[in-house]
């Protein structure tokens, strides 16, 4: 398992932009699989964003592409969400996640081994 601490939410008006952070512990970072899930109040977890160890590959919710880009740096052990033209139902604790299993097993099941403990992040309308 890996040590995830999420950072860079915050309260912003519908239309901006924020770009929440997640940093790793651990040297084996870059064999991890990575996503983004949020939970809003009331609602179950569900999945934003994940990309592949490499950073090759990148998948998205229909609720964000286009809007939402995922990113990591292998070498400072970061993962990054650009969140651009936020809507109030992007309203949500995001939390990072990280695994060493198959990307796509990952998404649908969300069955990932170690987890962040969530940052805010609320869009005002």
């Known amino acids: 398992q890996v040590h995830l601490v999420e950072s860079g939410g915050g309260l912003v008006q519908a239309g901006g932009s924020l770009r929440l952070s997640c940093a790793a512990s651990g040297r084996t970072f870059s064999r991890y699989a990575m996503g983004w899930f949020r939970q809003a109040p009331g609602k179950e977890r569900e999945f934003v964003a994940a990309?592949?160890?490499?950073?090759?590959?990148?998948y998205f919710s229909g609720a964000v592409k286009g809007r939402f880009t995922i990113s990591r740096d292998n070498a400072k052990n970061t993962l990054y969400l650009q969140m651009n033209r936020l809507k109030p139902e992007d309203t949500a604790v995001y939390y990072c996640?990280?695994?060493?299993?198959?990307?796509?097993?990952?998404?649908?099941?969300?069955?990932?081994?170690?987890w962040g403990q969530g940052t805010q992040v609320t869009v005002s309308s």
């Open positions: 990309i592949s160890w490499s950073g090759s590959s990148t």
């Open positions: 996640a990280a695994d060493a299993s198959d990307i796509v097993v990952l998404i649908t099941t969300g069955d990932f081994s170690s």
